[in-house]
DNA sequence: GTCCTGGAAC
DNA sequence: GTTCCCGGAC
């Protein structure tokens, strides 16, 4: 394995983009993950709150103690109507809790109040207490049904190995890695695609220990030590 | 010690 | 732009 040089920074084609896509979609198949927050049927309040527990906490934590907030907090009037240290007791195992109970609150409040309907665009979006970049391209994707990419710090990293591309710190401040989650997803299967590559890179493309071995990637990869 | 489907205060 | 929040897994 090497690192991913700067230097070498040059933009994927459509043809590997497609090609990149085609693979994931045939492994997402057999291999993807099953969450309680995934399908078609979930309501956009649990799919919301999904959203909001898995703000830098690991998705297998969250589903341990993710029907437990659902069977205490059913929907946004309940959480309005509790208090911080309500909140803040069932999001304890989770982590985050103090800042998470204030402004799931807050967001519960205002959502409450209009009758449970988001703002349709991503800037009025992120206006929203505990909305960033990310859940707001998030609710736009399963909300609205736009194709709006799920660009987090581990899909980042899959894209970056693999075609090569660097990317910055700061992921709010990368156009040029946005610009290019948002092509990949910019298909018929955006949702699918998504998850796949959010899998991808939980399960196979690693932070440390990434499995190469078995990586069905490799071949195109960037980072993979041919 | 580092990391995780980020966001906001500073 | 940088730092902190947070617990649990590794």
Request: charged share 25%.
């Amino acid at each position: 394995m090497r690192k991913v040089s700067k230097k070498e920074d040059s933009y994927p084609s459509l043809r590997q983009i497609k090609f990149f896509r085609k693979l994931l979609l045939n492994w997402f198949s057999k291999n993807g993950r099953k969450f309680p927050w995934r399908g078609s049927r979930i309501s956009n309040y649990n799919r919301i709150i999904a959203e909001i527990l898995l703000q830098r906490t690991k998705a297998e934590i969250v589903k341990q103690h993710y029907n437990e907030f659902l069977e205490v907090y059913p929907d946004w009037k309940s959480i309005a109507n509790a208090s911080n240290r309500e909140l803040g007791k069932v999001l304890r195992p989770l982590g985050l809790w103090r800042k998470r109970s204030i402004t799931l609150k807050k967001l519960a409040v205002i959502i409450d109040k209009s009758g449970g309907k988001f703002p349709k665009d991503v800037k009025a979006l992120e206006f929203l207490p505990g909305i960033g970049q990310y859940i707001s391209n998030s609710i736009m994707l399963f909300y609205f049904k736009n194709r709006s990419p799920l660009l987090d710090v581990n899909v980042a990293r899959l894209l970056s190995r693999y075609f090569g591309i660097s990317c910055k710190e700061d992921l709010r401040f990368d156009l040029q890695m946005q610009c290019l989650a948002r092509e990949i997803v910019n298909c018929d299967e955006t949702i699918t695609v998504n998850l796949a590559m959010i899998d991808y890179a939980s399960l196979i493309c690693k932070n440390k220990s990434a499995i190469c071995s078995t990586c069905l990637l490799r071949k195109n990869c960037s980072f993979y030590d041919k």
